[in-house]
Structures are given as C-alpha cells and as structure tokens.
C-alpha cells in the first residue's frame, strides 16, 4: 500500500541521480519501519533486503513501470496524445553547458539494460518478459 502510493506517476518521473538518492532512503525507511528495525540497531540496508526477500531495489521497479508505460504508448495509434506528449521537443532556446538528460534518454538506457531494441514492444509477451514484468503463480 505504501509502496503503491510513493510511486504512483513513477512511469513520468525523469529519474536523476537526485531523485535516487531522494527515493532509495525513502524506501529502506519504509522497509525499516515494517520490519521494527531502527538505524539505532545498526543492521545493514543488504541483510535487511534479505530478511524481507526482496532482490530488487525500488528504482528498478520505476524503471520496468517505465518501460511498460513506453511499450503501451509506442503500440498506440498515431496521433494519440501520449504520443505527442512523448515526442514534443520545446522550440524555446537551451541554456548553456550540457543539456539534461531527458525522459527518453532514461528508457534507452533502461532497455539496453536489459537487451531490448526499437520495435519489440510490438510483441507484448516479449515486452513484458524483457521489461522483468513476469507474473507471479502463487
């Protein structure tokens, strides 16, 4: 549930590495929390992850979020405003030095990550496998 509620828009968010400092220490204080371990204990972010089971930190969960929300919008029609959205470039001028990276620059690294190119969303079932969205059998 707090999970849920701390990412909800994460598929927007333009994660920059002050954004994963602002995210991670949020996540372990909520993992902390749920477990009853203070930092005062002083038990490691690691042996914590692994008492709860979790492999995979939050920001690998934007990141699939991410890819997901990209794949949908790139299997949409044509003319549809995610698309517009995704592909708008401002016409006013840059300032100075080197541009930020932008949403898409993200995605790209994202999915050579983990081996996907151009087009694949095209397959969902390979999309989603690719992403690491799997569905859990219970």
Do not use: C
Request: overall charge positive.
């Amino acid at each position: 549930m707090i999970k849920r509620s701390s990412l909800y828009g994460s598929e927007t968010w333009r994660l920059t590495e002050n954004n994963k400092t602002q995210v991670e220490p949020t996540e372990m204080d909520a993992l902390r929390r749920s477990s009853r371990i203070s930092r005062k204990d002083r038990i490691r972010n690691v042996t914590i992850r692994q008492q709860i089971g979790l492999e995979e930190t939050i920001i690998k969960e934007i990141e699939q979020y991410q890819l997901t929300w990209y794949g949908h919008v790139q299997r949409t029609a044509e003319g549809r405003l995610p698309e517009i959205a995704l592909k708008w470039m401002p016409k006013q001028k840059r300032a100075r030095g080197r541009p930020k990276k932008n949403w898409v620059e993200g995605i790209k690294k994202a999915m050579n990550e983990r081996n996907l190119n151009e087009g694949q969303w095209e397959d969902r079932k390979k999309w989603s496998l690719g992403v690491g969205q799997r569905r859990k059998t219970f």
